[in-house]
């Protein structure tokens, strides 16, 4: 079976390069929670402009952070059930045919 198939009669190719992207949100989530982290004792962050995260972003809010990966783990599981749906589509119809 060729994979130029797969990308015309279904959005599969789309739906994995959601997942890719997904992936690289969560990493980069996660290694800004790292970050923060390890440089405090729990998950209090000081209100000083010399605390924890860059000159530009300022302080690393870690509440804020841990929503977002929330968001990304229910966007990345949504995606994955619609490629999961969009290979059983593709499977009927080979069965079918």
């Not at 997904?22 to 989530?29: G, H, L």
């Not at 996660?30 to 209100?47: E, I, Y």
């Not at 977002?68 to 995606?79: C, F, G, K, M, N």
Request: proline letters at 3%.
């Amino acid at each position: 079976m060729s994979f130029d198939f797969v990308g015309r009669v279904s959005s599969a190719n789309q739906l994995k390069q959601s997942l890719d992207i997904s992936t690289q949100r969560t990493r980069a989530i996660a290694d800004r929670v790292a970050r923060a982290t390890a440089l405090q004792q729990g998950f209090s962050l000081p209100d000083t402009p010399n605390g924890v995260g860059s000159t530009e972003s300022g302080p690393i809010d870690i509440e804020a952070e841990m929503v977002s990966l929330a968001d990304e783990q229910i966007r990345y599981e949504a995606t994955a059930k619609l490629l999961a749906k969009a290979y059983q589509s593709m499977r009927n119809a080979l069965k079918g045919a």
